[in-house]
């Protein structure tokens, strides 16, 4: 059996690639209930909470648009029918808004020997493992809004359209050090397709 070294510790003063990915995320992670938990070895990290005011944010610049369309339809042109889908979308929106917090705080992610483990839901909760060798691409994105708050969205795509991963809410500086490890950790990972 042969073992990896370990990994060069940083030089004085730049901080461990493993305090990036926690720095400025919720304290906590709310674990699975039941005796079934799984024990899991690797550390849970989570997503910024700069990523609830951002889609806040986009969230009630889409209410604005909406209530707009909504009054210039019932107003300027009298179709009174325009109120009923007005406030559908507005309901629908304003319950997102108030679970949209407990949603990001439900996110996380664990870097583990042979895979990434990514869990999000509340109700429907959903827990994915990626082995590192069979990861395709591994890509960062952010809109403007995104941008301005400092966040952006890791995806990871394997060849099984199901265990696709969208890492929401992480600060850039994250993205990029866990886009960098994990291409490292998967390039020494790779298995026959």
Known sequence: MTTTP??????HGEPAADAVLDDGTFTRLKEPRGEGRLAL???????SPRYVVSQVLQNVLLLVVVIAAVLVAVLAFHLGWALFPGIAIV?????????LPRQARAIGYMLRDDDIVFRKGILWQRM?????????????THGPLD???GVAKLKLVTAAATTGVEIPGMTQEAAETLRDTLID??????TGL
């Open 185 to 190: 950790v998967a390039e020494t990972r790779r």
């Open 91 to 99: 309901v629908v929106t304003v319950i997102t808004l108030i679970v």
């Open 6 to 11: 370990e990994p060069p510790l940083p030089p």
């Open 147 to 149: 941008r301005a708050f």
């Open 128 to 140: 994915i493992a990626v082995p590192y060798g069979r990861m395709q691409l591994v890509d960062i």
């Open 41 to 47: 070895d690797g550390v849970w990290h989570q997503i």
